[in-house]
C-alpha cells in the first residue's frame, strides 16, 4: 500500500478514545448529514444514525481502517433553524457540513459522508472545493444513481428537489441554493461522470444529450469494464480530487426494499464496492457519499444497511491496494 491514509466523515456525536494508528492503518474521518431538504421521502433523514448504529467503527478497524476523530454529526444552529423555507434550511446545513469536511481533511484522506439524501452533495462538494484558507481546487464528481438528478425547474415532472443537486452543482438552477452552501463555483460538466442512470425525465434526458455528459452504464460497473476505467482515468486527469457519491437506489431492487424510488436492474452492492475500490486506487478519489439508505422499519432484515456498509468497506479496500 503505497498511501494508506483514509479519512471518512461522517456526522455523529459522543465521544470516543482514539487510539494510536500503527504507519499502515487507514485513516478514517465520518461525519453525518441528517438535512435533505425533501419533503417528499423526510424518512430518509434517519439513515445517517442507522448506519453508524450497525457498528461502523468496529467494522472500520476490521477492514484496516481507524477514526481520526470521534464521528461528527452535522447539526443547525438555533438560529438557523428559525430561517424560512426546508430547502434553504438543507443549504445552510450543507454549509456546516462543509465546514467539517474541512477541519477534518490533513494530509492524504479520503472524506464519507453518510447523507440522508443526494441534496446533501453539494456540502461535500463545497467542503472539498475551498481549503481552510479559502484556496480552490478542481473537483469532479462521479455520481451513482438509477436517475440523473439533473433536473432544472424547467423540465422536472416530481416537482422535487432530489431530482436536481448535480444541475445544481454545475450552475445550472437554484443558484442562491448552491451558494448558500458555501459551493460558489459550479462544477464544469467535464468534471462530472453519472454511473447506473437508466430512468431519466424526457426533458431531464435531452439535457444529458444537449450537453454529452459523461457516464458509464450498469454493465460497466458490474463488469468494471474498460470503458469504466477510461471515462474515469479522463475525468480524474481533469481534476485535483474526485469525490464519489451513491444514491442507494442505484443498487438492484432486492438489497433496498424501501427505498421509495427503485429502478429494475441495479448493480449489487458488492459489484458497485468493487467498481468503487477502483476508482479508490487512484489518490485523487478522497470522498466518498452513502445517500439515501432505507432505515430502521424501511429496512427489515438490515440489507440496505448492509449494502451500504459493503460500499464503505469498497473504499476502504481500494486505498488499500494504491
Given at each position: 500500500?503505497?498511501?494508506?491514509?483514509?479519512?471518512?466523515?461522517?456526522?455523529l456525536?459522543?465521544?470516543?478514545?482514539?487510539?494510536?494508528?500503527?504507519a499502515?492503518?487507514?485513516?478514517?474521518?465520518?461525519?453525518?448529514?441528517?438535512?435533505?431538504?425533501?419533503?417528499?421521502?423526510?424518512e430518509?433523514?434517519?439513515?445517517?444514525?442507522?448506519?453508524?448504529?450497525g457498528?461502523?467503527?468496529?467494522l472500520?478497524?476490521?477492514?484496516?481502517g481507524?477514526?481520526?476523530?470521534?464521528?461528527?454529526?452535522?447539526?443547525?444552529?438555533?438560529?438557523?433553524?428559525?430561517?424560512?423555507?426546508?430547502?434553504?434550511?438543507?443549504?445552510?446545513?450543507?454549509?456546516?457540513?462543509?465546514?467539517?469536511?474541512?477541519?477534518?481533511?490533513?494530509?492524504?484522506?479520503?472524506?464519507?459522508?453518510?447523507?440522508?439524501?443526494?441534496?446533501?452533495?453539494?456540502?461535500?462538494?463545497?467542503?472539498?472545493?475551498?481549503?481552510?484558507?479559502g484556496?480552490?481546487r478542481k473537483?469532479?464528481?462521479?455520481?451513482f444513481d438509477?436517475?440523473?438528478?439533473?433536473?432544472?425547474p424547467?423540465?422536472?415532472?416530481?416537482?422535487?428537489?432530489?431530482?436536481?443537486?448535480?444541475?445544481?452543482?454545475?450552475?445550472?438552477?437554484?443558484?442562491?441554493?448552491?451558494?448558500t452552501?458555501?459551493?460558489?463555483?459550479?462544477?464544469?460538466?467535464?468534471h462530472?461522470?453519472?454511473?447506473?442512470?437508466?430512468?431519466?425525465?424526457?426533458?431531464?434526458?435531452?439535457?444529458?444529450?444537449?450537453?454529452?455528459?459523461?457516464?458509464?452504464?450498469?454493465?460497466d460497473?458490474?463488469?468494471?469494464?474498460?470503458?469504466?476505467?477510461?471515462?474515469?482515468?479522463?475525468?480524474?486527469?481533469?481534476?485535483?480530487v474526485v469525490y464519489?457519491h451513491?444514491?442507494?437506489?442505484?443498487?438492484?431492487?432486492k438489497e433496498?426494499?424501501?427505498?421509495?424510488?427503485?429502478?429494475?436492474?441495479?448493480?449489487?452492492?458488492?459489484?458497485?464496492?468493487?467498481?468503487?475500490?477502483?476508482?479508490f486506487e487512484?489518490?485523487?478519489?478522497?470522498?466518498?457519499?452513502?445517500?439515501?439508505?432505507p432505515?430502521?422499519?424501511?429496512?427489515?432484515?438490515?440489507?440496505?444497511?448492509?449494502?451500504?456498509?459493503?460500499?464503505?468497506e469498497?473504499?476502504?479496500?481500494?486505498?488499500?491496494?494504491?
Amino acid at each position: 500500500m503505497r498511501n494508506k491514509c483514509l479519512v471518512i466523515v461522517t456526522m455523529l456525536a459522543g465521544t470516543l478514545s482514539l487510539p494510536s494508528m500503527a504507519a499502515d492503518t487507514v485513516k478514517v474521518d465520518v461525519i453525518k448529514n441528517p438535512y435533505g431538504g425533501s419533503r417528499n421521502t423526510p424518512e430518509l433523514s434517519t439513515n445517517p444514525d442507522y448506519i453508524q448504529a450497525g457498528g461502523l467503527e468496529r467494522l472500520i478497524g476490521t477492514w484496516g481502517g481507524e477514526l481520526i476523530r470521534p464521528i461528527q454529526d452535522i447539526r443547525l444552529t438555533l438560529e438557523q433553524e428559525r430561517q424560512y423555507g426546508s430547502w434553504n434550511r438543507m443549504a445552510l446545513a450543507n454549509a456546516n457540513f462543509a465546514d467539517a469536511v474541512r477541519e477534518g481533511l490533513q494530509g492524504e484522506m479520503i472524506t464519507i459522508g453518510l447523507e440522508a439524501n443526494c441534496n446533501d452533495l453539494l456540502g461535500m462538494l463545497s467542503g472539498l472545493k475551498y481549503d481552510i484558507q479559502g484556496n480552490a481546487r478542481k473537483v469532479g464528481l462521479v455520481f451513482f444513481d438509477s436517475h440523473g438528478d439533473f433536473n432544472v425547474p424547467e423540465t422536472t415532472l416530481s416537482g422535487m428537489l432530489g431530482g436536481m443537486p448535480v444541475a445544481v452543482a454545475a450552475g445550472h438552477a437554484l443558484h442562491n441554493l448552491r451558494k448558500t452552501t458555501g459551493l460558489v463555483e459550479p462544477l464544469p460538466i467535464n468534471h462530472i461522470l453519472w454511473g447506473g442512470v437508466r430512468d431519466l425525465d424526457p426533458l431531464e434526458a435531452d439535457r444529458f444529450l444537449e450537453f454529452e455528459v459523461r457516464q458509464v452504464s450498469v454493465r460497466d460497473i458490474r463488469e468494471i469494464s474498460e470503458n469504466f476505467r477510461r471515462q474515469f482515468d479522463e475525468m480524474a486527469a481533469a481534476v485535483d480530487v474526485v469525490y464519489v457519491h451513491v444514491d442507494m437506489d442505484v443498487l438492484e431492487p432486492k438489497e433496498v426494499p424501501g427505498h421509495p424510488l427503485t429502478v429494475s436492474d441495479g448493480p449489487s452492492s458488492k459489484a458497485l464496492a468493487a467498481a468503487i475500490g477502483v476508482m479508490f486506487e487512484n489518490p485523487k478519489s478522497v470522498a466518498l457519499g452513502i445517500a439515501s439508505t432505507p432505515s430502521f422499519n424501511a429496512d427489515p432484515g438490515g440489507v440496505s444497511r448492509q449494502a451500504a456498509l459493503n460500499l464503505i468497506e469498497g473504499a476502504i479496500r481500494g486505498v488499500q491496494a494504491r
